[in-house]
């Protein structure tokens, strides 16, 4: 995968097109925000204006945040395990309610199965509902975002990647081993993809066929 240098909004249009043409590389890679910024601020719009156009997968993966700087030097291993996954889900939920994925159609694949935002999605559609008027963005019910993103199988727990399989469906997921990083563990992952999912089929698609679909593999 491609990665941007978003900081750059000229040079992050360019190197898009460099990765869809020169490279021929069939997705990049997005952090879950900026130091100083949303994915959906308007000078990066037509950074993914160019990945709409090229029909490139983006991979979501979240990186340090402010989050991170409230942790003590020996707490770091809480940067994967808990800021990781929270970020990924406030930074898509924003994105969520900014409009950004009604202005944008590519593939998203989110990391670490997607944080929290399976497990708060009632939460999430309510608040859409009874909260936030009508006429604002986003302009679909919050599930149907939801139901649109791909995740990986992270999650080290049975009942959790069930019930996110429930939630969304099984074509929606792709297989994840957090490889090469500490909680990688390849042999839980199988095992309980193995658990969750009796059919061979369903299996397939996860462990195989959708990535080879979305990565044009």
Do not use: C, W
């Amino acid at each position: 995968l491609g990665m941007l240098p978003l900081r750059d909004p000229d040079a992050a249009v360019a190197e898009v097109d460099r990765i869809a043409g020169d490279l021929d590389l069939p997705g990049i890679a997005l952090p879950t925000g900026l130091p100083d910024g949303k994915l959906s601020d308007s000078e990066l719009r037509p950074t993914f204006d160019a990945i709409d156009d090229h029909g490139l997968t983006a991979f979501v993966h979240p990186h340090g945040n402010v989050l991170s700087t409230m942790l003590e030097p020996e707490e770091s291993f809480l940067n994967p395990l808990v800021v990781f996954p929270t970020d990924t889900t406030l930074q898509i939920a924003r994105l969520i309610y900014d409009g950004f994925f009604d202005d944008h159609d590519f593939d998203v694949v989110l990391s670490h199965m997607g944080g929290a935002l399976l497990p708060l999605a009632g939460r999430l559609e309510r608040g859409r509902r009874e909260i936030s008027d009508p006429d604002d963005r986003p302009d679909r019910p919050v599930i149907e975002y939801l139901e649109e993103f791909y995740y990986d199988t992270i999650s080290f727990s049975r009942p959790t990647l069930r019930a996110a399989i429930e939630t969304v469906g099984v074509d929606q997921f792709v297989f994840g081993t957090d490889y090469p990083f500490d909680e990688e563990d390849i042999d839980t992952s199988v095992a309980d993809l193995e658990a969750v999912v009796p059919s061979r089929a369903d299996r397939d698609r996860i462990m195989s066929d959708t990535a080879r679909a979305l990565f044009d593999l």
